[in-house]
């Protein structure tokens, strides 16, 4: 698993439409915080959740293959034991990479995903990862050790 601040910039930067499998509408929920941060950052989201209808303004779908048009990214908010259907899912639509969130480590689903040809990521969070790699932890009051003597002109 390569998961070098590189691969996951060109991961991110590649793929912006995500499936949130697992997506809660419930704004105190990882999966809703997380979603919505993307959103704000210019990703599509894609709810992914049979017990709603819409999510963050968007139509939620019971799972990926009901999805009626391309996705990049399967951000995974589900446990370990149910990733390898979700793999499978990804596969059959095409994405181009299956993200296992915080605590989310299938290495079934991984090996299956990386021989299908996605990228894989196991136990990161995207929006962490994002705001780490794109400078979005400051936002939070999150010191991103990023120090400058540049002066407004």
């Given at each position: 698993?390569?998961?070098?601040?590189?691969?996951?910039?060109?991961?991110?930067?590649?793929?912006?439409?995500?499936?949130?499998?697992?997506?809660?509408?419930?704004?105190?929920?990882?999966?809703?915080?997380?979603?919505?941060y993307m959103q704000q950052h210019g990703f599509r989201i894609?709810?992914?959740?049979?017990?709603?209808?819409?999510?963050?303004?968007?139509?939620?779908?019971?799972?990926?293959?009901?999805?009626?048009?391309?996705?990049?990214?399967?951000?995974?908010?589900?446990?370990?034991?149910?990733?390898?259907?979700?793999?499978?899912?990804?596969?059959?639509?095409?994405?181009?990479?299956?993200?296992?969130?915080?605590?989310?480590?299938?290495?079934?689903?991984?090996?299956?995903?990386?021989?299908?040809?996605?990228d894989s990521v196991m136990d990161r969070c995207v929006k962490?990862?994002?705001?780490?790699?794109?400078?979005?932890?400051?936002?939070?009051?999150?010191?991103?050790?990023?120090?400058?003597?540049?002066?407004?002109?």
């Amino acid at each position: 698993m390569n998961t070098d601040a590189p691969t996951l910039r060109r991961i991110l930067t590649a793929c912006r439409t995500i499936a949130v499998v697992g997506l809660s509408a419930e704004w105190h929920r990882p999966s809703y915080f997380a979603a919505k941060y993307m959103q704000q950052h210019g990703f599509r989201i894609v709810p992914v959740n049979p017990r709603y209808e819409e999510v963050l303004g968007e139509r939620c779908y019971a799972s990926l293959t009901d999805i009626p048009h391309p996705v990049d990214l399967v951000d995974v908010f589900r446990r370990t034991q149910d990733v390898l259907p979700i793999a499978e899912q990804a596969i059959a639509i095409d994405a181009k990479c299956l993200w296992q969130q915080i605590g989310v480590r299938n290495l079934e689903a991984d090996a299956l995903a990386r021989a299908a040809g996605l990228d894989s990521v196991m136990d990161r969070c995207v929006k962490i990862e994002h705001a780490r790699l794109f400078g979005g932890l400051h936002w939070a009051g999150v010191n991103t050790r990023v120090i400058s003597a540049r002066r407004g002109r």
